[in-house]
């Protein structure tokens, strides 16, 4: 199964702009800039619940899973043909705040007091407390396995630097899906409080003097389908086709047993897929042909499409999209609140033959997701 956890907070820090809080913009960047004035990065925050999935693996019901973060691009500006990113485990606590980039923290002093590059969290709630300010990024007192790395101005987060997931780019699109699979598992411990994962260059590309452009990512508070998220992929497969008739044949037909038009987030389907030779051999028998329903090849699988950009949100994957077989034939299951609200979505199949060809069943399965 592929899940999707979508975040519960984001932000970008800016370090030319220490107390900036940007906590409510659509839009995340990351960028760094050099000059005579020296080098100045920014970096994002980001965080996702992860109560449930805790319990789930805790539980056994989610076995080892692969945790991937998703971010999708928006723009990008001088950007180098070669680069890498990693994310590390945020070791303090952050608020995510309600500032905007274009309007800076201190305008507004009431409620945007929250992190930034130098402040993590938001301490003043009324006008005396503003001299206080917020607290800062600890470089002091930095748990142990934490690192703080800055430039020109103190801050920019703290991280267990220990466990990390790392991403290249070469030539290619800048949108991140990133195995954070140590990382998230280290939060999942329990020995250490969930505040989050830091995105940043890796290693002498923080720190040199190349220029580094800008790349935005969408942030949570986009109006597009283009949420961040964590995918969270595990094989919960099982196949036994004890006398079931295997379907073999690339002229075939595939349709959905059970499949509704509408789901609610709460609902956990369990669909079946049934298949059958599209030109059945006739034969002498008291019942149609086309009745005689077979299973797919062990190597079959189902990808998810938004309906409107046809772009798939669960990919076909050999460790979560597995179909899965008994004696009534194939099928798979889903968690309904992975997926956006009151969108359509498109089921697609895609089949390994004995031979290995690959037949690709892109029909007309459409199930829509509501409140």
Not at 39 to 64: E, M
Not at 193 to 209: H, Y
Not at 235 to 258: A, C, H, M, R
Request: charged share 20%.
């Amino acid at each position: 199964m592929i899940k999707s956890i979508y975040a519960d907070s984001d932000n970008t820090i800016y370090e030319r702009s220490g107390s900036l809080n940007a906590g409510i913009d659509q839009l995340l960047e990351l960028s760094k800039v050099s000059s005579s004035a020296g080098i100045y990065s920014s970096r994002i925050l980001i965080k996702f619940p992860l109560n449930d999935i805790s319990a789930s693996v805790a539980s056994g019901k989610i076995n080892q899973p692969r945790f991937y973060l998703n971010l999708y691009q928006a723009g990008a500006f001088e950007v180098p043909r070669e680069y890498t990113l990693v994310s590390y485990p945020v070791s303090q606590s952050w608020d995510e705040g309600s500032g905007r980039k274009l309007e800076p923290t201190d305008l507004n002093l009431f409620n945007n007091q929250a992190s930034s590059w130098i402040y993590r969290d938001k301490q003043a709630s009324s006008i005396e407390y503003i001299a206080t300010r917020d607290t800062q990024w600890n470089s002091s007192s930095l748990a142990d396995g934490s690192a703080m790395v800055y430039n020109n101005v103190t801050g920019g987060g703290t991280w267990y630097s220990d466990y990390y997931g790392t991403q290249s780019f070469e030539h290619e699109s800048a949108d991140l899906r990133m195995d954070v699979t140590p990382a998230i598992q280290y939060l999942l411990t329990g020995s250490r409080s969930n505040d989050g994962l830091i995105i940043l260059r890796s290693g002498s590309q923080e720190t040199n003097s190349t220029d580094f452009g800008m790349i935005q990512y969408f942030s949570r508070q986009t109006n597009t389908v283009y949420q961040p998220r964590l995918e969270v992929v595990y094989d919960d497969s099982s196949f036994d086709s004890t006398g079931l008739t295997e379907l073999t044949s690339e002229q075939s037909v595939i349709y959905l047993k059970n499949l509704k038009q509408e789901y609610s987030l709460k609902e956990e389907p369990k669909i079946r897929v049934v298949g059958r030779d599209r030109y059945p051999t006739k034969t002498f028998s008291t019942q149609s042909n086309y009745k005689d329903i077979k299973f797919l090849p062990t190597s079959s699988y189902y990808g998810i499409k938004d309906a409107i950009t046809e772009e798939y949100i669960v990919p076909y994957s050999n460790a979560g999209t597995k179909l899965s077989c008994d004696s009534s034939g194939n099928f798979f299951k889903l968690e309904m609140n992975s997926f956006m609200p009151e969108r359509y979505y498109k089921l697609c199949f895609q089949v390994t033959q004995s031979d290995s060809s690959v037949v690709v069943y892109d029909e007309n399965f459409y199930f829509k997701v509501v409140r």
